[in-house]
Structures are given as structure tokens and as C-alpha cells.
């Protein structure tokens, strides 16, 4: 009788696989074009086509799933979901055999060209190659295999080259390089212009000026999550760090300043924060803004003096879940603590004097209502000097940087306008900067201005 011999791959070994007499071997595809261009688009088309038809038209094959990445660049794996799932198919023991037109269309990163081939290849599937006729099962393929690997990651490489160049070459005449996938605010017409959108754009305002009346960046991403205001990607995901980008991008006032970052490695395409290594280029006026210059670099100067007062005080945040708007501004005048409210309590108390081991201050707890009446009676104070302020606050408008020019209009306008407490407190993140208790009393409030009252000439107004 004659002998026959049927190889049996690693991955059917006590499996519920067919008999050997019937046995196919289960074949995958693996498709990928790194660009949406449309003839490269055309291509990946027909690649897909192409491994269907020549897989369903083998008798020894089976079709095991063409995977594939559309727009992917093949430096890394890391947003190839496709790749993956093969990989992920091979490990489950799905897949006998691995198709691909090209060691580039696999992967331009030699690293992990050869680290998933070889793990392939330790799994008893192989990969062919078929532009470069490599089969990674046989001996000589290894060799061959590095080589052509190497070549293709230099060809990856000299395309990353080209492709900074011409970007950097543009940014030289003033030309931009955009993306708007992930700006709010703005889109691009035809000519790659930005143009504003007007509804986004209503968002970055209102962020803007929740900022300069006293909200801080987590405070105003709470809220718009919580009234569910749609960001960039149209879902209200939002969260301090997303508020702080749009406070600080130049974008917003009109202004853009190119090569903000680069890619620092063209095979893990990670991008890192241009510090003075590579040239920066800045366009005034280049479109059209969504906000008032001035009020983009009051926002700015409000966002440094936020920092010199947390380093002052020794904490780390202004902003509370609870959106208390005093939260962060009470210290005690004895110790320097911050002064803290439990949820759901009136009386705020030295965090010294929270009960914990080696807290030592021993300044008493002050009352919601004893800090709102002491408040009541330093505006009162306040409004009554008003026509003496005016001049200054005037002059603050006309020569002062653009924070101060904009804390002396808002101080103009509602001491005018809230002569009473009762009205001005809802305005009271942006009127006050910091109170300081003692013996259970407020003894100084700070307005946002910087005049500061103490509670004598308060308790005389």
C-alpha cells in the first residue's frame, strides 16, 4: 500500500478540525494602503478582490477573513485594528496561512515586520510575500526577509523625510498645515482656509468668558457635560485639560503659530512638544478670530496669575466638584490653611484643624451665613467709594495689560449695576479673589480689582 503523508498544522493538533483526507488550509489576506487618496483607495479595493477570488478559487484553501487597514500608515501596529485582529485570529488558532502583497503593505518597521513574522512562524503559519516571493517557513526566507524588511523601513523613513520637508517648506512662505478633525471652532473651505463655525464657535465664547468671570477650567467642563454640550467629535466628553487647549490655542484670536510639535520618531509617529529645537513661524491675523484679542490675552495673563496664587497658597486646584465658587479663596489668617467645607455643611474650617495628627492651628470655624454677611458689608463699602474709584478703575482701562483693563470694567460696571449684595452675589466668582478669617470672622476680602478691605472699614460703612 502506498504512503501518504498530510501535514497537520500546529494549530489543528487535537482539534475539532476536518479529517486529514478532507482538510483545508484556513487562509487570511492581510490588505493596507496608508493614504484616502482615491487611486490609492482604487487599490485597496482590488486588493480585497483580488484575495477573495484566489482564495474561494483554491481547493486546498479556505477563506479565513481578509483583514485590512484603510489610511493606516505601516510605520506601527499601534491603529492598525486590522493587523491586530489577524494576529489576534493566528494566536486563537483560526488561521493556517497568511497572504499579503508586499513586505511594505505588512509593515515599513522593520522591528515589527520581523517580531510578528517570527511569532507567526513560531504559531506554524506562515507568511507569504508575494511581490517578493518570501515565504517565512523556508530557510532561506530569513535572510532575505531582514534585508528586504530593512529596505522597506529606509523607504519609510525617506517618505517621512520628504513629507516634513515639504510641510516645513510651507510653513517658511507662510503656508499652514491644519487639521481641523480635532479644532473646535473652525473648519476649512476648499482652499484650506480656515473658516469659522458658527455653532462651535458659540462654545469656544462661552468658554472664554466663564473663565474670566472666575470659573475654573474643571468647573466648566463639569458643566458642559453636565447640560451635554457637544465637543469637537460631537459627544460632550469634556474634561479640564480639553477647556485649557482652547484657552490657550493663539487659533482663537485670529493668530497661528506653526511647527507647535513634531514627530520625533517616524516609526512610533509620536508627537513631542516643539521647545526651541526646530524653528517656530507666527502669523498674525491670519483668519478670522472667534475671540476678541484682548480678552485671549487677558485669558492668558488670568491663567498665570491662577498659577502664582496656587503656588502662593500651596494648592493645587481653584475649581471644586461641587462648583463652590469660594472653594480655594478662604485661608486662615493665623496659618495660612486653606479653609474647606464638607458637602451638605455651612461652616468652613481651617484645614489645620481638621482632627488629623500634628495639626496644631487652633482658629475657629466660621459660619456660610457669617462669611455672606461680612462679604455683604465690604461691597457696601465697596460701592460706597465708588465715585472716588472711577478714575482709577478708568485709567486701568485705558493703560493697564488687557487683564486689568478687563477686572476694572467689570468692577465699573457692577458696583454700578448691583449696588446690593444680594444682586452682585451671583457675580461673585469674578468679584472676589480672597478672604482671610480670623476668630471665626472674616477679617479681610480681596476684590478681584486687588483692593482689598478690612473688616473694621467694612463693619463702619
Known sequence: MEKKLTVIPPNQINSDAKQPDNMKYRVAAYCRVSTEQEEQLGSFANQITYYTEYINGKEEYQLAGIFSDEGISGTGTRKRA??????AACEAGKIDLVLTKSISRFARNTRDCLHYARHLKSLGIPVIFE????????????????????????ESRNISENTRW????????????????GFLGYDKDEA????????QAKVVRRIFQDFLEGWQPSEIARKLNEEKVPGVHGEPRWAAVSVLRILRNEKYKGDLLMQKYYVRDF???????????LTQYYIE?????????ELWEAAQLEQKRIEAFKKTHQIRELGSGSLE???????????????????????????NTAGEKRKTCQAQPVSEEKIEEQLSLAWAELVSRRGNLLPDWEKEVSQGNPLESLRASQMQELTGKYPAWQHAAKKKRMLVLEILVAQGSVSTVTFMDGIRLKAGEADNA
Open 82 to 87: 486590522g493587523f491586530r485582529s489577524m494576529i
Open 131 to 154: 511581490k517578493e516571493g518570501i515565504n517565512t517557513m523556508e530557510a532561506s526566507g530569513e535572510l532575505l526577509f531582514t534585508i528586504l524588511s530593512s529596505l522597506a523601513q529606509e
Open 166 to 181: 515639504g510641510i516645513r517648506s510651507r510653513f517658511q512662505q507662510g503656508i499652514p498645515h491644519i487639521n481641523t478633525t
Open 192 to 199: 484650506g482656509h480656515l473658516i469659522v463655525n458658527q455653532e
Open 267 to 277: 516609526l512610533t509617529r509620536e508627537l513631542e512638544q516643539n521647545d526651541g529645537r
Open 285 to 293: 491675523n491670519n483668519h478670522e478670530a472667534i475671540v476678541e484679542r
Open 325 to 351: 465658587p469660594f472653594y480655594g479663596k478662604i485661608f486662615c489668617s493665623q496659618c495660612g490653611g486653606r479653609f474647606v467645607k464638607k458637602r451638605g455643611k455651612s461652616q468652613w474650617k481651617c484645614i
